[in-house]
């Protein structure tokens, strides 16, 4: 059955854009303001693999999405390069006409040996998660132990597959990884990657999240601008999330996002699809609707879009916006499970 097209736009004027989908809700690492080892430990119960939507289910849902404004997609998990056959499923995204903007989030511990096949398969752009260069503070920060050196290769082996323009997300975090900032802008100057510096956000319940924690942008933009002298760059989106500056001497660009201490909720067009298939329309929500159930109930294309113009033009959430001592005690979802 046709799939009836329309733009989908939520109760505040917001249209549905973005999708972010979790191919896995497991990781490799620990990294303590995600899935911290005392919770996330060996006898953690994660979804069992009949429980995850298939590839075949992804696709689908995919093409919902798309038929209904969604532009851009990007993979994430968990560690999305944990799920057995990624290139598969990127093949089958790169193909569905109307996507314009295929990309992932990795911590890029196994991307040296996954990155020419991901190419290959037709993903576009990749961004790697890297907290600091300083191997110390990254095998603290990522709490398995693992090198900085292995992810940098990663990095490099993206480029040579092809990758181009190349995203670097560093969690600022005060007392842990702030003097990795200039460092992390200093290596990246120069090479057409971009650094995005990420103000330490108090999602899920479990990371132990407190307002004196958070570097905040301001801070962020005083040590670069002390160190290299920048400027800002007009977004390309209004919905971008990182707001954009270049370096004085032409060298290149970095991005701060900053959802604490200027909440983009306004602008926000982005959904979140869990690896079980539970929508989230905010990063920070507490309860995800199910898409996964109508799909193996045999409902139609159709049917399923109905759902989910039904969600999304309902949708109210403005988190960041309205953030309070109250708020930040919700149970909300953990970052890990949607990726982000």
Known sequence: MTIPTSVAVD????????????????????????MPKGVFGRDFKFLASAALLTFEEIERLARIFIAHG???????????????????????????????????????????????????????RITVSLDSLDDAVFRAMNDVDFPVARVLAGIEAASAAGFERIKINCVVKRGVNES???????????????????????????????????????EILELLEAEFGVRPIAPVKRSDVASRYEFADGSGEFGVIASVT???????????????????????????????????????????????????HVRADRYSELRTADTVKLPKVEMSHIGG
């Open 180 to 218: 990795s900032i200039v460092e992390l802008a200093r290596r990246f100057r120069g090479t057409g990657h971009v650094v995005r510096f990420i103000e330490y956000m108090d999602v899920g319940s479990t990371n132990g999240w407190r307002l004196d924690d958070v570097v905040p942008a301001s």
């Open 70 to 124: 969604v532009e851009k997609i990007r993979l994430t998990g968990g560690e999305p390069l944990l799920r057995r056959g990624l290139d598969r499923l990127v093949a089958r995204l790169a193909a569905i006409d109307g996507l314009t903007d295929l990309t992932l989030t990795t911590n890029g511990s196994l991307l040296d040996k996954q990155a020419r096949a991901l190419r290959d398969a037709g993903l576009r």
């Open 262 to 312: 200027q909440p983009f909720c306004r602008d926000c067009s982005r959904a979140r699809l869990s690896s079980e298939g539970l929508l989230y329309t905010c990063l920070f929500a507490t309860v995800g609707q199910d898409l996964r159930a109508p799909l193996r109930e045999g409902k139609s294309d159709a049917e399923i879009a109905s759902l989910l113009r039904g969600i999304w």
């Open 11 to 34: 109760s505040q004027g917001r249209p549905l854009t973005d999708l972010r989908i979790s191919v896995t809700d497991r990781c490799n690492f620990r990294c303590t303001y995600c």
